[in-house]
Structure formats: C-alpha cells, structure tokens
C-alpha cells in the first residue's frame, strides 16, 4: 500500500510568524497557493495560513482601517496574527487510504507531513485528484 511519502509535496514553501501578511498573499498570488506552513527556525511546523484565514484578516484590516490602509496594515501584521496554531499534522508513513479518508470525511485544504517534529511536506486534496488522473490514464 502506499503511504503519504509516496504521494506528498516535499518542497514545501514555508514562511515564518513574524513574516508579513503581505509577504504571505503575494506569495499566495505568486505560486498559485492557499496554504502555507509556519515553521520556526528548527523547522517545525508551528502553524498554517490559509487562504481563508488570510482573507478573514484582511477583512478585518479593511474594517477597522478602511481600503487605503489595506496595503500599509497587511505589511506591518506578521502572519501570527491570522495563522491558525491549532493544526492537524500526519505522518509520512500514514497509508494513502487512511490519508484519503482524512480529507472525505473533514473539509480540510491541507495536511502538513510531519516527521520528528519537523516538517518534512504538505499533503493536499489536489494531491489525490492528480494521482486519480495518473491512474484514469494508464488504464486508457
């Protein structure tokens, strides 16, 4: 059977909590992303921005300080502010079945791969639709 290694993102784009929302959405923007693990500096994953949450933050900027300080507050808020601390983590030996199973039943966007306490990948729903694809194409 294979396991969540077998199927994982391993070069992960990560930033750290003292990072800018700012930094963050441009990097959302640039790589076509709406996840990004928070590692600290031993390369544990501390937290999780999502798309969602970064949209929920800048919501809020907008209301307390209105659309022309959007740019300025986004720059000055460091990701902590918005990252959610209490996240799902799995390990990269998890069967691909159990994994799949994960993600049918939640409504989750991501799954950090977590081993030794460090992050070693990101497992994503887009991840399975992509090997389904594979799949669909070698029985053509």
């Known amino acids: 059977m294979k396991q969540v290694a077998d199927l994982m993102i391993k070069n ?15 990097l959302m923007h640039d790589k076509n992303i709406r996840n990004i693990p928070i590692v600290n500096d031993n390369g544990e994953c501390v937290g999780m921005l999502t798309q ?16 022309q300080q959007i740019t300025k507050k986004e720059e000055q808020t460091p990701i902590s502010k ?10 990269p ?3 691909l079945s159990t994994a799949a199973e994960f993600f049918i039943e939640n409504k989750y966007g991501c799954l950090p791969v977590v081993e030794n306490d ?6 994503t729903p887009v991840d399975f639709v992509k090997l389904a694809h594979a799949m669909l194409i070698k029985t053509e």
């Open 12 to 26: 992960v784009i990560t930033l750290k909590e003292d990072d800018s929302l700012a930094t963050a959405k441009t």
């Open 82 to 91: 918005a990252m959610s601390k209490d996240i799902l983590t799995i390990a």
């Open 52 to 67: 969602r949450e970064y949209l929920r933050h800048a919501f809020y900027l907008v209301s307390q300080f209105g659309t």
């Open 118 to 123: 460090k992050l070693v990948g990101i497992l």
């Open 93 to 95: 030996d998890i069967d």
